[in-house]
């Protein structure tokens, strides 16, 4: 029901956009987040965004550097990576709750099939 893309090999301090696509089901009244999971760890939280859209909330190492939009007309959420890093390497996942704004991946209900980026020094 999401379908992540866009990502890709990249050098570092590049710049690579995701998008996440729903399908079957509207992403209106959700709170959508972008999450990932470099090798060998566990999954963690990058970015989220209200459903209105005027909220969000960046992990440490995204803020200023990422931003994640939505538009709910096309069911639809962004997420722009600019200055990319090697730490960045990772499968990138857009997740759906409805409990609101949340850092903690288990709290998100629905996941898309993640998208690989690789970021090379």
């Known amino acids: 029901q999401l379908q992540a893309s866009g990502g890709g090999l990249v050098q570092a301090g590049g710049s690579l956009r995701l998008s996440c696509v729903a399908s079957?089901?509207?992403?209106?009244?959700?709170?959508m987040g972008w999450l990932r999971q470099a090798p060998g760890k566990e999954r963690e939280f990058v970015a989220c965004?209200?459903?209105?859209?005027?909220?969000?909330v960046y992990t440490d190492s995204a803020k200023g550097r990422f931003t994640i939009s939505r538009t709910n007309a096309e069911d639809t959420v962004y997420l722009q990576m600019n200055s990319l890093k090697v730490e960045d390497t990772a499968v990138y996942y857009c997740?759906?709750?409805?409990?609101?704004?949340?850092?903690?991946?288990?709290?998100?209900?629905?996941w898309g099939q993640g998208t690989l980026v690789t970021v090379s020094s």
């Open positions: 997740a759906a709750n409805r409990l609101g704004l949340t850092t903690t991946p288990y709290e998100y209900d629905y």
């Open positions: 079957g089901r509207t992403l209106s009244r959700y709170t």
């Open positions: 965004m209200s459903w209105s859209g005027g909220r969000t």
